[in-house]
């Protein structure tokens, strides 16, 4: 229970959250009402007097407040859920954690709170609401590392490395270049490159291989999965599910194959901005200096992709500077200038425009004429390699075998 106690001397004054509450009374009443209630059982500590000293009301409020915020961020479109909305949301679930501890440290206790810290993470928005917020998660991962192991009915294979290959390769390559070269051939005329042995150092590249140590540092965590291998396609959906359930069918060996059962689907952990989740994993990566040269380098987003082979991401383009970075596996790329985007056929409507309809692996000329104008560039991004892509640039990407990468987007 003393990490309870913890976790409560981390959390912020109502003053620091002020601004996030300021449209949205109830939450700063509920809020203010449980950090006084909190502040009043610390002081108490270590009686363990279980007299009505306020939790259970409180605890009954914050249970209030989520639930009906929860609706609000499942009403609508979810970039349009208002960020107060959303960190709230993260308070409160915070604030649920330490009645949970408070209430008991039993396994399946410490397992609700780490559920509810991924829908604070997911749901929520729990960067920098307050200035103790990094301490307080910090103490939750360490909770939950010691409490919960995911390795111990679960074995997962040591990914082995491909040997490599000399594939033609349609774009300019440069063989770790410094950031003047990388700046004057790639960045400043925005070209797209290749750009070999830049991440070779990274612990990640050996350590990632290792499945198990996936498993060990992010299995319990709750993260989006892409179901289906075509994101534009009537098959695809998206869950939330544990990284152990993920791994386990996607990567555990051997993999049953009966005749009926020849296509299984294909999950996709892809996208995910999982290196805030778990934070660890960052000591085994660093953000490629390459991406000083923006004009707001502070702000990166760093995104996982971690798959089975046959993934796909089907042709589109993103808006920003991206260094797709391979850890492990190959992926079979495709790329188009901006120059083509009227010739790909985008589709229709706000949702998908940045999306081509073509199937860039074996394009339709009957369907899609046009693409016999487009100039595509071919590449194969193996394990150490890292693709530079301008903004706007198309690209399709194919796994060829398991596959991480770790993408970093930049303005
Ligand atoms: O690796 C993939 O599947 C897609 C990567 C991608 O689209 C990106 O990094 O922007
Ligand atoms: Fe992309």
């Known amino acids: 229970m003393e990490i309870a106690y913890k976790l409560i001397n981390l959390l912020p004054q109502i003053d620091e959250i002020k601004e996030i509450l300021k449209s949205n009374p109830e939450g700063e009443f509920i809020l203010k009402k449980t950090f ?6 610390q002081k108490q500590k270590p009686s363990t007097s279980d007299s009505d000293d306020g939790v259970e009301e409180c605890y009954f409020l914050v249970q209030a407040l989520l639930d009906k915020f ?10 349009e859920v208002p960020l107060d909305v959303r960190k709230t949301y993260a308070l409160a679930s915070f604030c649920k954690i330490i009645f949970l501890l408070l209430e008991s440290m039993e396994k399946s ?36 590392d ?24 349609d774009i300019l390559r440069l063989d770790c270049p410094s950031l003047e070269e990388f ?24 350590k990632w291989r290792d499945l198990n140590y996936i498993l060990k540092l992010a299995g319990n965590r709750t993260v989006p999965i892409e179901i289906g291998s075509n994101y534009t396609t009537d098959e695809w959906s998206q869950q939330l599910m544990k990284i152990k359930d993920f ?11 009966s005749p009926n059962d020849d296509k299984h689907e294909i999950e996709y ?21 390459y991406c000083l040269l923006g004009e707001h380098k502070e702000m990166v987003d760093i995104k996982a992709w971690l798959g089975p082979k046959g993934t796909i991401s089907p042709m589109h383009y993103d808006p920003k500077h991206n ?42 000329l009957e369907k899609y004429p046009r693409l016999s104008m487009v100039k595509f560039y071919d590449l194969t991004l193996q394990a150490g390699d890292c693709l530079y892509m301008p903004p706007k640039w198309w690209h399709y990407v194919e796994s060829e075998s398991p596959s991480f990468s770790v993408s970093f987007w930049w303005e």
């Open 36 to 41: 006084e209630t909190f502040n009043g059982i």
């Open 70 to 79: 929860w609706e609000v961020i499942h009403t609508g479109h979810f970039s």
């Open 109 to 144: 206790q410490i397992e609700k709170c780490n559920e509810v810290l991924d829908d604070a993470i997911l749901l929520g928005c729990s960067q920098n609401i307050f200035s103790n917020e990094a301490k307080f998660m910090n103490l939750l991962t360490e909770l939950f």
């Open 146 to 169: 010691s409490e919960l192991d995911p390795t111990v009915d679960l074995q997962l294979p040591i990914i082995e490395p491909l040997p490599r290959s000399s594939v033609d390769c």
């Open 183 to 206: 700046n004057e051939k790639c960045f400043t005329p925005q070209v797209p490159a290749l750009l070999l042995n830049t991440i070779r150092h990274w612990p990640a590249l050996e």
């Open 247 to 257: 791994l386990k069918r996607q990567f555990s060996q051997p993999k049953q194959q």
């Open 269 to 289: 952990l892809a996208q995910h901005e999982l290196f805030e989740q778990i934070p660890l994993l960052k000591n085994d990566f660093s953000i490629p200096d």
């Open 323 to 364: 260094i797709l970075c391979q850890i492990f596996g190959s992926k079979k790329i495709i790329l188009a200038s901006p120059k083509d985007s009227d010739n790909l056929y985008p589709h229709e409507g706000e949702f998908l425009s940045n999306t081509s309809q073509i199937n860039a692996a074996s394009p339709d």
